[in-house]
Nanobody
């Protein structure tokens, strides 16, 4: 298991930007594919973005494509989610997740991930 801790959430106005961070420990970070998921109140958890372990290939949900950027720093064991042009519908608890190995299309599925952080809350006001 990998330990994950998110930070960077908060209250932001629509149209503004925010960057989330996820600190990983306990395993070899570079060997894990990483993902961001979010869950809004009363809604199911949904995929936001992922980045593969070996190739660094990224995937995004259609709702965030062009606005969010996922990145990783294997030297610092850090995962990031840069969010721009935020909308009220982006309001949710954002969680990072880790899966051993190279994920491709399965990276969009929460069941593919074995380790999860507690999440950080992002609130976007209109």
């Amino acid at each position: 298991q990998m330990q994950l801790a998110e930070s960077g959430g908060g209250l932001v106005q629509a149209g503004h930007s925010l960057t989330l961070s996820c600190a990983a420990s306990g395993r070899t970070f570079s060997a894990f594919s990483m993902g961001w998921f979010r869950q809004a109140p009363g809604k199911e958890r949904e995929f936001v973005a992922s980045i593969a372990s070996r190739t660094g290939r990224t995937r995004y949900a259609d709702s965030v494509k062009g606005r969010f950027t996922i990145s990783r720093d294997n030297g610092r064991n850090m995962l990031y989610l840069q969010m721009s042009s935020l909308k009220p519908e982006d309001t949710a608890r954002y969680s990072c997740a880790a899966a051993f190995g190279e994920l491709d299309t399965l990276s969009t599925t929460s069941n593919s991930y074995s380790s999860w952080g507690q999440g950080t809350v992002v609130t976007v006001s209109s």
